[in-house]
């Protein structure tokens, strides 16, 4: 099982970037699919996820409206559109699936088996 994740880099304040995350090895329309972050010298916090249903739940307090979550089940790929970036999204983004999880734990980065090597992206002000 492998998950990719490209698409991050260097940005500007009120920038946009797109992040993907290619899935293998697993039925990847069955899944749960889910963003993380993790700033420097902080712990990882939950973005977003997208249920195999295509229910999408996200951290409205950290990106409240400026970030959407959506999956391509035919490519298996899950992506995380960025927009009006800011500083303090800064942070490597990380990409994870998980299996029969349920919406109560879906913030919970423990209920998500399979992990990507995460994508930095750096927002400069």
């Known amino acids: 099982v492998q998950l990719q994740a490209s698409g991050g880099g260097l940005a500007q304040a009120g920038d946009s970037l797109r992040l993907s995350c290619a899935a293998s090895?697993?039925?990847?329309?069955?899944?749960?699919a889910g963003w993380f972050r993790q700033a420097p010298g902080k712990e990882r916090e939950f973005v977003a996820a997208i249920r195999y249903s295509g229910n999408v739940i996200t951290n409205t307090d950290a990106v409240k409206g400026r970030f959407t979550i959506s999956r391509d089940n035919a490519k298996s790929t899950v992506f995380l559109q960025m927009d009006s970036l800011r500083p303090e999204d800064t942070a490597v983004y990380y990409c994870?699936?998980?299996?029969?999880?349920?919406?109560?734990?879906?913030?919970?980065?423990?209920?998500?088996?399979?992990w990507g090597k995460g994508t930095l992206v750096t927002v400069s002000s």
């Open positions: 090895g697993i039925s990847f329309s069955r899944y749960t």
């Open positions: 994870a699936a998980g299996a029969g999880i349920i919406l109560s734990n879906i913030r919970n980065s423990r209920a998500y088996t399979y």
